[in-house]
Structures are given as structure tokens and as C-alpha cells.
């Protein structure tokens, strides 16, 4: 076991890494946040993260678990732990936003086109930043272990994750640290303590009109095998389906669950080219819904509803219909240890700090929306700390007693396979002027891409999860306090993977892309 006064120096080499390579590690922020693919088409994004990694020793799997998206890059420096760490880099379709003080989007592209929103290219390069740090800190002083780097396609959807731990991508980890950018107190510089993220489930329905000659046969022309007249009554085809099944499923949003618990309900159209000739019914469309609960039970209700929803709308617009799983996220599992570990780190970094030049972003911001500007524009939360332990007291306070479970993200499933520590860095986020109500989307989308508000999470982050791996590294009664935690969790509830084996990723259905002609790309 390597002394702490060794531990404080082999962090202080972390550290001073992420300080050297701030300007490199910015600039790689912004060429991901440029690119801004969305859900299981960041090709680029990708491309970039394995070629990178490679560059920096590792060994990298591309396109791991079948997803052409995801990767898994292992670095050794020696018998020791295995920890793991990962990247995200999806975008969101409808929220182009440039790195501008003003709303409009990016050179060249819709405003509808995709857009960094959490951001999610901070979390990969914040990530990324801590994991080439540690790596750094252990080949200057000898440290010894694996270094376990995956990329996480789809995050939006909880596509891969649910993916990769099918497939025992998680299975040789010793332990997870997961990161999100955070704003919103009370979950804003801390780690999550027992309330972590609930089940989410995924759904998308195909309704398919491959028979409308039986609908019924024209009066004009009874000889026709296919009702193609203009005067002919068409088969009423998928697109009716679509909004049969869209319609009930709103409408019966209150007979789905109770109203509590904080379970939410949301859905997206896949388009499949839904025009057609105006004598002929839509042969094919798709409708996702995505729904989160505390718990599996609730998300087993809604998904009995719409289930049978579907059969009905199918029936009405003379249709069959199909389903297939995008996502089945079980709960969290808490980690005391990791958590209290990580924290402890978080304290010795410090919040995020923004300086003149982030100060003077927020003020141009304020200042295109008509607002006076503040001396302070940063929200007070974004630079403050909070403990796991203060956090969860402020979060139940919102919540059922009954509840355990609190919103979903799709580290859920990462949490069932090793001990894993969720926290939460700020990004940047402005204080409300009075009188002025909310800002709009854009802000903070914008301030997610400006490197001088965006570098503050990426130090703190990095240096934060550097000194979490150089601590379990260096001290095997910490890693083994977190597995028997992890195993005493596991064997008091045992909760199974909710989809097989051998499941496979949705990436051939229709998911919202780019086009590219050279160097242009086209939305």
C-alpha cells in the first residue's frame, strides 16, 4: 500500500496534468460539441474518442457490443484494480445553439438540427480529462492497475449502457465512477447517497398497413385488387394507427399511475417518409414512448397500457402492429463508500470557479436579453458545495416517504454489475434577474459550448475523478470496503436484468441523422 503522503503527491501529479493540458482538453471539448450527433449516429464523435485513445496507449475495442457508436478502450500499467469510467457524446434533435452570447444556431445548420443540451460533450472530455490524468499519475510514480474507458452511445434513450452490461463489458470492473453535468441544487457539487435514479423503460411501436386491398373493395371498380382509385374508401393505414395510438395514450396518462411519485411520460415520432401517393394509405409508422418511474413495478403498468393500446389502434386502422424494447433500466444501487470517497476528493478540488473572462460571457448574455447585467452572474449553487449526506436530506424533502427512487439516467445499470458512485459537477448556469422571469433554452445551451464557462467543470471534474482512482488504487481497503457494500446491497435485493442476453441495440430503426455532401452536413 502506497503511504498518503505519496497518495497527496501522486494526485498533486494528476492535478498538474489537467493544468498543463486545460487549453488541449478545451479544444477537444469544442471540435465534440461541434459535432453534436445525435442518439446512435455519433459517428465522428466516436471516430474521434478511439483514434484518440489510441494515441494515448490504449487499447481500444470499436464499435463494442455491436453498437457502431460505442467502444471500450483498456489501459495497464501492472497487476492491480480494474476501474472504470466512461464517455457520453449524444446530442438532441431541436437545440442548435452556436457558442454565442446571442440565440442562433450553428454556421450552416437548421436551428432544429442537434445541439449539446446537458452537455454531454463536457461530461466525455471531463471524463477523459480525469482518466489520461490518472494514467499520467501512474506511469510518473508507479501505480499499478487497469483503466477501463467505455463510450456510451445514445445516453438520451439509456441505449447502450443496458447494451454493454448484457454483454459483461462491466463485469472485470472493481468500480464505476459515474459523472453528469449538474446545475439544479440540491444535486449541484455532490455525490448521490441513497436516493439514486429509477427505472426507465423504452418502447418503440410499428403499426404496418401490408394488406389494404381487404379494407374493402371499391364500388367503382369492384375488379381492382387494390382500392387505388381517388373515389375508392382507402384502408385507413399506419399514419391513422399512429395517431389512434398517440391520442389514447395522452389521453389515458392519468389512469396509467397515480398522480405521485414524480413518473414522467414522454414520446417521439420516427419519421419513415410518412408522405405517400394520395390514393394509397401509409404502409408504415413508428411512435416511441419512454417512461420513468420510481420503481419497476409503476413502469410495468404503463407498459401494460400501452401495449394493449396498440393492439386497439392496429385494429381500427386495419394495421398489425409491433413492438420492440429501445431500453429496460432497473433502479440504482447506492454506494456509501464510493460515495463518501469521492467526496472527499470533490472537497480537496474545489467547486467550479468562474473567472473574468466566463464572468464577462455571462454578462454579454444578459445584456443581448435586454437585462442588466450582473457583478455576480453565475447561479451561487454552481460554486458551492454540498455533501452527499445534506443533499439527500434536501431531496427527500421533496419526495413520498414510500419512494427510493428519483428521476432516471441510464447509470442505473452500471450501478447492478460493480460498486459505482454517481456525482454531479456544475455547469454553468446564470442567476435569475429579478423581475425578468427564466431564461431561455439557448443560454444554457450556449454557455455549455463557450470555453471559458465550460472549463470549469471539465478541472473540476477531471481532478476530481483522478484523485477517486488514485485513492482505490493505492488503498485495497477502500475497494473492499465498496464491494462488501455492493455484495450485502445485492444479496438483500437481488434484482435481475429486465431484457435478454442476447438483446441488440435499435440501431437500424429510423433515428433522427445528418446528411453529408463533402464538408457540408444538412439536417
Not at 199 to 209: G, I, L
Not at 290 to 311: K, Q
Not at 503 to 511: R, V
Request: glycine letters at 6%.
Amino acid at each position: 500500500m502506497i503511504v498518503a503522503s505519496l497518495t497527496d503527491e501522486v494526485k498533486q501529479t494528476a492535478r498538474k496534468w489537467i493544468d498543463d493540458h486545460l487549453e488541449q482538453l478545451v479544444q477537444w471539448h469544442t471540435h465534440i460539441w461541434e459535432l453534436a450527433e445525435p442518439a446512435w449516429r455519433e459517428y465522428k464523435s466516436q471516430r474521434w474518442y478511439v483514434e484518440t485513445l489510441r494515441g494515448e496507449g490504449f487499447d481500444v475495442e470499436d464499435g463494442s457490443a455491436g453498437m457502431p457508436t460505442a467502444f471500450c478502450a483498456i489501459w495497464s500499467n501492472g497487476d492491480g484494480p480494474t476501474l472504470l469510467t466512461y464517455a457520453e457524446y449524444d446530442a438532441v434533435p431541436g437545440n442548435n445553439q452556436a457558442a454565442s452570447t446571442a440565440e442562433e444556431p450553428r454556421q450552416g445548420l437548421s436551428r432544429f438540427a442537434p445541439g449539446h443540451t446537458d452537455p454531454h460533450s463536457a461530461l466525455g472530455i471531463s471524463t477523459l480529462a480525469g482518466l489520461l490524468a490518472t494514467k499520467h499519475a501512474m506511469e510518473q510514480h508507479g501505480v499499478t492497475g487497469t483503466l477501463k474507458y467505455t463510450g456510451e452511445p445514445a445516453e438520451k434513450m439509456h441505449g447502450s449502457k443496458v447494451v454493454h452490461g448484457l454483454r459483461g463489458y462491466y463485469d472485470d470492473a472493481d468500480a464505476i465512477v459515474s459523472f453528469h453535468p449538474f446545475y439544479m441544487l440540491p444535486l449541484c457539487n455532490t455525490a448521490r447517497w441513497d436516493t439514486h435514479c429509477g427505472a426507465y423503460f423504452s418502447k418503440v411501436y410499428t403499426f404496418t398497413c401490408d394488406r389494404p386491398e381487404t379494407w374493402q373493395m371499391s364500388s367503382t371498380d369492384p375488379n381492382s385488387p387494390i382500392p387505388a382509385s381517388h373515389s375508392a374508401a382507402r384502408a385507413p393505414g399506419a399514419n391513422v394507427a399512429l395517431m389512434q395510438m398517440y391520442t389514447a395514450s395522452r389521453t389515458m396518462l392519468d389512469s396509467m399511475l397515480p398522480a405521485t411519485g414524480g413518473w414522467s411520460f414522454s414520446d417521439a415520432i420516427l419519421t419513415d417518409g410518412q408522405a405517400t401517393a394520395d390514393n394509397l394509405p401509409q404502409r408504415v409508422a413508428r411512435i416511441q414512448f419512454s417512461w420513468r418511474t420510481p420503481d419497476i413495478e409503476m413502469a410495468e403498468h404503463i407498459c401494460a397500457v400501452l401495449d394493449r393500446n396498440a393492439e386497439a389502434a392496429a385494429m381500427m386502422a386495419h394495421c398489425e402492429s409491433d413492438d420492440r424494447w429501445v431500453a429496460r433500466s432497473r433502479p440504482g444501487r447506492a454506494n456509501h463508500v464510493l460515495a463518501d470517497a469521492l467526496y472527499a476528493n470533490l472537497e480537496q478540488v474545489g467547486a467550479p470557479v468562474y473567472g473574468p473572462e466566463a464572468v464577462d460571457v455571462a454578462r454579454g448574455i444578459q445584456e443581448s436579453l435586454g437585462h442588466e447585467s450582473s457583478d455576480r452572474p453565475f447561479l451561487r449553487q454552481t460554486e458551492q458545495l454540498i455533501s452527499p449526506q445534506q443533499a439527500e436530506r434536501k431531496l427527500r424533502e421533496h419526495m413520498p416517504a414510500w419512494q427510493r427512487n428519483w428521476t432516471s439516467d441510464d447509470y442505473v445499470e452500471m450501478s447492478h454489475y460493480a460498486p459505482l458512485v454517481r456525482f454531479y459537477v456544475a455547469r454553468p448556469a446564470l442567476e435569475p434577474v429579478a423581475g425578468a422571469g427564466p431564461y431561455p433554452a439557448w443560454v444554457m445551451n450556449a454557455l455549455g459550448g463557450i470555453p471559458a464557462t465550460i472549463a470549469p467543470t471539465i478541472v473540476t471534474t477531471g481532478k476530481t475523478i483522478a484523485g477517486t482512482f488514485l485513492d482505490l488504487f493505492t488503498s485495497p481497503e477502500l475497494l473492499t470496503a465498496a464491494k462488501q457494500e455492493f455484495d450485502s446491497r445485492v444479496a438483500a435485493e437481488p434484482i435481475p436484468a429486465l431484457l435478454p442476453a442476447d438483446f441488440e441495440a435499435p440501431i437500424d430503426l429510423p433515428w433522427p441523422d445528418y446528411s453529408q455532401t463533402g464538408e457540408s452536413r444538412y439536417w
